[in-house]
């Protein structure tokens, strides 16, 4: 499809009569409208008179009074008082054809421009198919390259996701690790922050050790102090791991009568 910018129109078209009987007609104007719009849309496809939105696809009633903006009935009446007139010829695949076109139009001039079109897009494709070329020369011999840059990537992708799952490991362990305590006695709302940078000092199965160790501290200590109700003499959060305490309570000791070795007090 090669479009042009112009279609003739004939001075005497108003003295036309067939022009005339469609004037005598209700909604007339809407119809001479739908006409000359019709000898535009054959102007842009510029073939022979031939309406289509491409080659296998040809311009239904209701496509065109979307573009022309009538009523689907108007535009109805006015395709099928152009038939009946032989103004158009609508075949069996639905294509339109503007009767007579090659009588009213300069079709030398048309087909001047659709072989020029055709030549413009025959060297666009020469182009396209040289930069194809170029680009698929330039990507073979920058492949290995590339390649090397994608695993480089890809190894990063994964370290940073290892990262933020060691991250993610962290604060769910040290969250069990201090609920614990918390739990234990609200003394050790204030020692979070620093507890939390001595939890992050430990290697990965001290991490572990540390919340055997908390959970076998406190259920040792209810059983060996249960005179000390709110637990104020209690071990803080920070210091059992400051003092690496968590590896002497990786079992629960023996009740006795004596008091423990190392006590918190009322920190």
Same mark, same amino acid.
């Given at each position: 499809?090669?479009?042009?910018?112009?279609?003739?129109?004939?001075?005497?078209?108003?003295?036309?009569?067939?022009?005339?009987?469609?004037?005598?007609?209700?909604?007339?104007?809407?119809?001479?409208?739908?006409?000359?719009?019709? %000898?535009?849309?054959?102007?842009?496809?510029?073939?022979?008179?031939?309406?289509?939105?491409?080659?296998?696809?040809?311009?239904?009633?209701?496509?065109? *009074?979307?573009?022309?903006?009538?009523?689907?009935?108007?535009?109805? %009446?006015?395709?099928?008082?152009?038939?009946?007139?032989?103004?158009?010829?609508? @075949?069996?695949?639905?294509?339109? #054809?503007?009767?007579?076109?090659?009588? &009213?139009?300069? %079709?030398?001039?048309?087909?001047?421009?659709?072989?020029?079109?055709?030549?413009?897009?025959?060297?666009?494709?020469? !182009?396209?198919?040289?930069?194809? %070329?170029?680009?698929? &020369?330039?990507?073979?011999?920058?492949?290995?390259?590339?390649?090397?840059? =994608?695993?480089?990537?890809?190894?990063?992708?994964?370290?940073?996701?290892?990262?933020?799952?060691?991250?993610?490991?962290?604060?769910?362990?040290? *969250? =069990?690790?201090?609920?614990?305590?918390?739990?234990?006695?609200?003394?050790?709302?204030?020692? =979070?922050?620093? *507890?939390?940078?001595?939890?992050?000092?430990?290697?990965?199965?001290?991490?572990?050790?540390?919340?055997?160790?908390?959970? #076998?501290?406190?259920?040792? @200590?209810?059983?060996?102090?249960?005179?000390?109700?709110? &637990?104020? @003499?209690?071990?803080?959060?920070?210091?059992?791991?400051?003092?690496?305490?968590?590896?002497? @309570?990786?079992?629960?000791?023996?009740?006795?009568?004596?008091?423990?070795?190392?006590?918190?007090?009322? !920190?």
């Amino acid at each position: 499809m090669a479009e042009i910018s112009w279609i003739k129109l004939s001075v005497n078209i108003f003295d036309d009569e067939k022009i005339k009987l469609i004037d005598t007609m209700p909604e007339n104007d809407a119809i001479f409208r739908i006409w000359v719009f019709l %000898l535009s849309m054959a102007g842009k496809t510029n073939d022979s008179g031939l309406i289509y939105l491409s080659d296998d696809i040809p311009y239904t009633d209701e496509m065109i *009074a979307t573009l022309c903006d009538r009523p689907i009935s108007i535009v109805r %009446l006015a395709l099928n008082t152009f038939k009946k007139f032989g103004m158009i010829e609508i @075949y069996q695949n639905g294509i339109l #054809n503007i009767t007579n076109w090659g009588q &009213h139009q300069n %079709l030398d001039g048309m087909d001047k421009i659709r072989e020029q079109a055709r030549l413009r897009k025959q060297s666009q494709r020469k !182009r396209e198919k040289s930069k194809e %070329l170029l680009e698929s &020369h330039v990507t073979s011999r920058d492949s290995h390259a590339t390649e090397r840059e =994608r695993d480089k990537e890809r190894e990063l992708e994964k370290e940073k996701e290892k990262e933020i799952e060691r991250e993610e490991n962290i604060d769910e362990k040290f *969250a =069990r690790y201090f609920q614990i305590f918390i739990n234990f006695t609200k003394k050790n709302l204030n020692k =979070r922050a620093m *507890a939390l940078q001595e939890f992050i000092k430990l290697p990965p199965f001290q991490k572990d050790e540390a919340i055997i160790g908390a959970e #076998n501290y406190t259920t040792w @200590y209810e059983k060996d102090s249960p005179d000390d109700v709110s &637990h104020q @003499y209690s071990v803080n959060a920070y210091e059992f791991l400051r003092n690496a305490m968590f590896t002497e @309570y990786q079992e629960v000791p023996i009740v006795s009568k004596t008091k423990p070795k190392r006590t918190g007090g009322m !920190r």
